[in-house]
């Protein structure tokens, strides 16, 4: 059974850093589109950035681009999503998701798109103060 778990959320000042961390077990697949998605209250749920595990292709959303950065230590099978000059607006919970395909192309297709995945970890909450 794919088990997902969040770790690293947290409350920091606005200008501030966090590294989350999302520790996969469960997996077969050694090729897999991991994603970072948040939601805040009262939001949609937002794609931030994946990764495509096989190739270490990285995808962002425009709102993130240049401060956050998407990496994968597949020895460890943990996703990691480094966080840097924070901002008010950055203030959600943050899950990990992960689709077990081995089609590269399909994650850059699709990576922003919750309903297509399968795999959900159970969130972490980051709060940033302005």
């Known amino acids: 059974q794919v088990q997902l778990v969040e770790s690293g959320g947290g409350s920091v000042q606005a200008g501030g850093s966090l590294r989350l961390s999302c520790a996969a077990s469960g997996y077969t697949s050694v090729s897999n589109c991991m994603v970072w998605f948040r939601q805040a209250p009262g939001k949609e749920r937002e794609g931030v950035a994946a990764?495509?595990?096989?190739?270490?292709?990285?995808y962002y959303a425009d709102s993130v681009k240049g401060r956050f950065t998407i990496s994968q230590d597949n020895a460890k099978n943990t996703t990691y999503l480094q966080m840097n000059s924070l901002k008010f607006e950055d203030t959600a919970m943050y899950y990990c998701a992960a689709a077990p395909t081995g089609d590269r192309r399909w994650c850059s297709l699709f990576w922003h798109r919750g309903s297509v995945f399968t795999y959900w970890g159970q969130g972490t909450q980051v709060t940033v103060s302005s």
């Open positions: 990764i495509y595990t096989g190739a270490s292709s990285t």
